[in-house]
Antibody, heavy 122, light 106 residues
Framework: EVQLVESGGGLVQPGGSLRLSCAAS????????MTWVRQAPGMGLEWVSA????????HYGDSVQGRFTVSRDNSKNTLYLQMNSLRAEDTAVYYC???????????????WGQGTMVTVSS | EIVLTQSPVTLSLSPGERATLSCRAS??????LAWYQQKPGQAPRLLIY???NRATGIPARFSGSGSGTDFTLTISSLEPEDFAVYYC????????FGPGTKVDIK
């Protein structure tokens, strides 16, 4: 079964850091670009970051540029999102998702994880 | 940044009726548009990619059309499980999503 499972969410104080993980299974992880999308409570979807299948190309939304870092370990079939200098407005469910076509970094997303909640509050 | 606008905000319909959802882009995005369905507490599900192609396992009652700046998602006959929020997303540039259309039961 093709699956993505996020972990690492939780409660963190403003200014703090958190690292999210996304474990992939059921497909050849190293051949797909991956992305992070978030959804604040009661709100719509916001694209956060993307990384090409080989890890050589990364991109970020304006709201997280300079604070978040996306990476991947293809030997462990795992995607990461390092989040630093967290703000209250980063509070959201964070989803990892697979790019449909594989190597295309800006793509439609055909497989999604169940999401992990990040709450930034004092 | 390419801005997507969706209309209506809410669509109130009965099972069996036809639903027509609109998505408009702030500039031309060719056919680089996808549609997703999201139910409460669940992750989004890809319905349509590249404006008119159904994703794997998506029923034929879902169809997409459009190019350039104007796109439509049509659900030909609403089933009870289709009442949800629908988002469009463009990939012509870095991805952006529309604000969503909620399809609820009349």
């Amino acid at each position: 079964e093709v699956q993505l499972v996020e972990s690492g969410g939780g409660l963190v104080q403003p200014g703090g850091s958190l690292r999210l993980s996304c474990a992939a299974s059921g497909f050849t992880f190293s051949t797909y670009s991956m992305t992070w999308v978030r959804q604040a409570p009661g709100m719509g979807l916001e694209w956060v970051s993307a990384i090409r299948n080989n890890g050589g190309d990364t991109h970020y939304g304006d709201s997280v540029q300079g604070r978040f870092t996306v990476s991947r370990d293809n030997s462990k079939n795992t995607l990461y999102l390092q989040m630093n200098s967290l703000r209250a407005e980063d509070t959201a469910v964070y989803y990892c998702a697979r790019g449909r076509q594989g190597h295309i970094i800006s793509d439609a997303f055909d497989i999604w994880g169940q999401g992990t909640m990040v709450t930034v509050s004092s | 940044e390419i801005v997507l606008t969706q209309s209506p905000v809410t669509l109130s319909l009965s099972p069996g009726e036809r639903a027509t959802l609109s998505c408009r882009a702030s500039q031309s995005i060719s056919t680089y548009l996808a549609w997703y369905q999201q139910k409460p507490g669940q992750a989004p599900r890809l319905l349509i990619y590249d404006a008119s192609n159904r994703a794997t396992g998506i029923p034929a009652r879902f169809s997409g059309s459009g190019s350039g700046t104007d796109f439509t998602l049509t659900i030909s006959s609403l089933e009870p499980e289709d009442f949800a929020v629908y988002y469009c997303q463009q990939r012509n540039n870095w991805p952006t999503f529309g604000p969503g259309t909620k399809v609820d039961i009349k």
